[in-house]
Every structure is written in C-alpha cells, then in structure tokens.
C-alpha cells in the first residue's frame, strides 16, 4: 500500500475470523517494527507474543479477575476522566455513540459488561502481543513504546491483518508477569490483538470520527 492509505486505513479491529497467522508473518511484522525511533537508540520495548495454549491461559486469568472484581493496578495508569478537559470526554462520547449503533447492527449488546468481555476475548483474535519495557527508563520509554507499538499496527495493516490497542488487558501486571518469561522488571503498558479482520463486522466499518487539524496544531512563526 501507498504510506497514506496505510495511515489512514488502520483502525482498531474487535471482530476477527478464525484463520490463524503464521508465525512467520508475525515475526516479520515484529522485525520491521523494531525500527522504529527510541530515545538514543535504547530501544526498551519488550514484545511477549501470546498464542494457543498461553493465550487461552491469560484470558482464562482474566476473566477470573475480572469476575472477582480485583482492582487494577496497571503499570502505567490513565488520570481519572473526571480530570480531563471538556474536549477529550466528549471525543470519546462521540466514538462511543457510533460504536454503540454500529454494534447494535449486529445485534450485539453494546453496554460495557458485554465490552468488556469480548475484550478479555481478545475479540476472537489469534494472537495476542503485550507489550512493555525495562522498568529502569521510565517513565520517558513509555514514549518510544508507543512509536513501536504503532509501527506494529501499520506494518500489520499493510500485510492485511488487523489490531486493536488494548492497555485494559495489561490491568493486571502481576498476573501477566506469572505468566511471561522474563516479565519482571519490566513495565507492561499495552496488549495489542492480531488477526485477520471480520471485514463484514459492523463494529469494524463504522466511522470514527478525528479532530480537525484546526484543534490539534498551532503553527508558531
């Protein structure tokens, strides 16, 4: 693909088909995302990719969680939304209203227990990729994670497939540490799903909304 069709075309996926990714293609996603920037060259990301029998381990995990209504305690946490600026609680509102109608064409239930489950799901998605980085350089990694991480949504586009950014799945650190090799010591910011789209999905399709650039950029003379 052209890079602006790359750019504009990614969303976030949260319906998948069955067909499973070869392991191949993930590696090469993972390989071109490795060059993405990092502050000095550090490159501090840390990609544990979780499929099969792992993956039906983690989200076993969390739904007990989730079910017990253990608090989360996540690595790197959002400021309550009650803190927010007025603009950015309405932007969710407004992504929130066309998702709700767009999940209500298929019938499902959009109220956020049934989101909620269909992310500890991964949304039928095949693989699933957490994602972190070296607790010693933070918090300013988490910048660079976040060039990685977007790196990865793009490349994946481009090959076909589709993601979703999903820190709630990472709420619970010291479970998905139990859980990955050489996870402690790090910080876990980010669960990312993979799989090939549910191009028919209602939930996949919709439009979602962006600022115009007028809200976002002041040019400086």
């Known amino acids: 693909m ?10 976030s996926i949260r319906a998948y088909t069955t067909e499973p990714v070869a392991d191949d293609l993930v590696r090469d996603i993972l390989d071109q995302a490795r060059w993405a920037p990092s502050s000095q060259n550090t490159q501090p990301w840390r990609v544990w990719v979780l499929t099969g029998d792992a993956l039906e381990r983690f989200k076993a995990a969390f ?7 253990e608090a989360e305690t996540p690595d790197l ?5 009650e803190d927010w600026p007025a603009a950015f609680p309405a932007r969710v509102a407004e992504n929130l209203e066309r998702r709700t109608r767009a999940l209500e064409a298929s019938d499902e239930d959009p109220g956020p227990a049934a989101s909620l489950a269909r992310m500890a799901d991964c949304f039928g998605a095949p693989v699933l990729l957490v994602v972190g980085f070296e607790g010693a350089l933070a918090p300013a990694a988490a910048y660079d994670v976040g060039s990685f991480v977007q790196t990865v949504c793009l490349a994946a586009h ?10 709630t799945l990472t709420g619970y650190p010291g479970l998905l540490r ?12 980010v669960a990312v799903t993979l799989g090939w789209p549910d191009r028919e999905a209602p939930i996949n399709i919709y439009r979602r909304p962006r600022a115009p650039l007028e809200e976002l950029v002041v040019w400086v003379s």
């Open 63 to 69: 739904k007990v969680a989730v079910a017990r209504e």
């Open 2 to 11: 052209e890079s602006e069709d790359v750019i504009r075309g990614r969303r």
């Open 158 to 167: 481009d090959r076909g497939l589709g993601t979703c950014q999903c820190a």
């Open 178 to 189: 139990d859980l990955l090799p050489g996870a402690h010591g790090t910080r876990l910011v």
């Open 77 to 81: 946490a959002w400021s309550p939304p």
